[in-house]
Every structure is written in C-alpha cells, then in structure tokens.
C-alpha cells in the first residue's frame, strides 16, 4: 500500500511538472509578468517622474489607433508575403504543426497577451529610454543605437544554444534599429507599436521556430532548427524587410528620415542659413 501510494504521488508530481512545462503555459506566464510590468511602469510614470503615460507615446492628448494598425499591417503583410516565397522555394523546411484542439487556447493568449507584451517593451524602450538618452545628447543617432543595442542583448537568452542567441541579437538589434528609426522619424511610437505587435502575433500564431526557448507551439507552421546557411539567410531576408518596410513607412516623408541622421549643429546652421 505504501509503494502504490508512493507512485501515485510520483505519477501526479511527473503530471504537474508537465503541464506547469507545456509550451502553452510558459508563454501564459512570461505575458502574465509582462502584464505586471506594465501596470508597475505605469505608476512608476506617474508617480516618480509626475508625468502622464502618453507623453511616452506621442505629444498628443491620445494614442493614433490608426497608426498601430498600420504599423502592424505593413509588417504582417511583409512576413507573409516573405513567408510565402520562401515556402515555394522550400516547402520541406515548413513543419505543418496546426493543432485544433489547442490553436484556440494559442489563440486567446497571444491576442490577450502579446498586444501588451509588445506595447510596454516599445513604450519602454523607443519612448521612456529614448527620451532619456535625448536628453542627454541633441544627436538622435546615439538613442537609436543604445536602446537597439540594448534592446537587442536583453533578447540574447530567447534560442536553445549560443549560436542562435547570436543571431537572434543580431536580427533584433536590426528590428530595433528599423523601429527606432520609426518613432524618432514620426515623433511618436504607435507605429513602431504595431509593427512589433505584428511581428510576435506572427512569430508565434503562423510561423515559430524551433530554435526559440519557447518550443513546441501549435502554430500553423514551426520551423525546423536552423543551420548556419539559414541564418545567414535568415538576416539578409530581415535586413530586406526592414528596407521595405522604412520605404513604405517614410514614402514622401524623406526628410523626416534623413533628419535623423543629421547632427544636430548641422541642422542648426541649415536653419541660420535660412533665416538669412
């Protein structure tokens, strides 16, 4: 009677350990804390620095919701459109993974959960730190690059092995720095919001990855692990995405572009001249 009692409690433990593991359920719980994040920054904003949210988002009264829509529409399409090519040309590279019985719990939390995940690391990242390295240089080239950078290392633990934590800093700091370029180009981040909203809806609805920590989700679609042609492939087709992305983001708005990359004592005296 007491091995059988000592099984069963094995066998309940081994039972817990596996949902309390199940991919399903790490992702629950990492969004759950971001969830936390949020309402803890939220009130650090107020509170500490006495300052209302917005003012991390725009110099507007309210968020653009249009602008958020956009943001994520020309990065979705973009992804899919890559996405598709890429499975006529390999077709064999795509695992089809889709689990009905467990899509719509996949389903529920990311369209709870990432919207918020992705908001406050872009909140945090292209408006509260952004705007603190502003205010300590005029030359907005330097809080593009440290909060990409930034962004980018607190992503180097997201793959199964050194390598590709590697090319995940690699890509993410390219991410950054298109989504960096975004919010300093437009003045406000609800762009760059959207297209990060979308990027992670997609990485984790239609296409994951097997390289990533969080394996095994029943996605449409999960990738096989990469070899190092794939990631080789896999930067040339991100650096591609972001040009594209940039072009369509800033199409007749050049100048707000290149603004970025002036110092800001040249902009100055452009402007004396003008005066003159």
Avoid: C
């Avoid at 690059?145 to 390598?163: E, K, P, Q, R, Y």
């Avoid at 090319?167 to 919010?183: E, K």
């Amino acid at each position: 009677m007491l091995k059988s009692g000592s099984m069963n409690m094995v066998d309940a433990q081994n039972q817990l350990n596996a949902i309390l593991l199940s991919p399903l359920i790490l992702l629950l719980l990492t969004l759950v804390i971001y969830v936390f994040f949020f309402i803890f920054f939220y009130i650090f904003t107020r509170v500490i620095h006495k300052r209302k949210f917005i003012s991390l988002i725009n110099l507007d009264s309210k968020v653009n919701w249009m602008k958020i829509l956009k943001g994520a529409s020309i990065w979705f399409i973009i992804l899919g459109l890559f996405t598709f090519v890429s499975f006529l040309l390999s077709p064999e590279s795509y695992k089809f993974t889709f689990n009905p019985n467990t899509f719509g719990i996949l389903l529920l939390i990311i369209i709870l959960g990432i919207p918020i995940q992705a908001s406050f690391e872009e909140i945090f990242f292209r408006g509260y730190l952004m705007q603190g390295f502003g205010l300590l240089t005029k030359k907005p080239i330097i809080p593009l690059l440290a909060t990409s950078i930034l962004f980018a290392i607190l992503h180097g633990a997201n793959g199964v092995n050194s390598l590709i934590n590697v090319y995940i800093v690699l890509q993410i700091l390219i991410v950054g720095l298109m989504l960096g370029i975004i919010a300093l180009g437009e003045n406000r981040i609800e762009t760059a919001m959207g297209v990060h909203i979308a990027n992670n809806m997609f990485a984790f609805l239609i296409v994951s990855s097997s390289d990533e920590v969080v394996g095994g989700l029943p996605s449409i679609f999960t990738l096989p692990p990469s070899t190092l042609p794939d990631l080789y492939m896999g930067l040339l087709t991100t650096i591609i995405a972001v040009i594209i992305t940039l072009t369509v983001v800033f199409w007749g708005k050049k100048d707000k572009l290149f603004d970025i990359f002036r110092f800001e004592d040249a902009k100055n005296e452009n402007n004396i001249k003008d005066s003159q």
